[in-house]
């Protein structure tokens, strides 16, 4: 049974930094497309970091490319989502996902697409 459990989140003033983990089971995060997302109240999910399994560098949208930085940790079957800079509009539950398919930047960055879900962790920046 696949299993992605993300934790990290919390409160946070604006400015400051947080790491998130997604510790994954069942499945090989090295063999995956692995992505972070998130939604804010009221908002559709969106996508905010990616990593294809067949290589190639992590992937972000404009809102937070320079801010966060995707990392994978092969050895604990883990990914992480580093946050810097926070502003109060990354407030949002982030969730992990993953996939699959190898070339998986365009179908993440509409949002959707993966084959598993993690359950999300909260993240409240505060102005």
């Known amino acids: 049974q696949v299993q992605l459990v993300e934790s990290g989140g919390g409160l946070v003033q604006a400015g400051g930094s947080l790491r998130l983990s997604c510790a994954a089971s069942?499945?090989?995060?090295?063999?995956?497309?692995m992505g972070w997302f998130r939604q804010a109240p009221g908002k559709e999910r969106e996508f905010v970091a990616g990593?294809?399994?067949?290589?190639?560098?992590?992937y972000y949208p404009d809102s937070v490319k320079g801010r966060f930085t995707f990392s994978r940790d092969n050895a604990k079957n883990t990914v992480y989502l580093q946050m810097d800079s926070l502003k109060p509009e990354d407030t949002a539950v982030y969730y992990c996902?993953?996939?699959?398919?190898?070339?998986?930047?365009?179908?993440?960055?509409?949002?959707?697409?993966?084959?598993?879900w993690g359950k999300g962790t909260l993240v409240t920046v505060s102005s």
């Open positions: 990593i294809n399994w067949n290589g190639g560098n992590p």
């Open positions: 069942g499945l090989t995060v090295s063999r995956y497309s």
């Open positions: 996902g993953a996939t699959r398919f190898p070339n998986a930047e365009g179908i993440m960055r509409k949002g959707d697409g993966m084959d598993y």
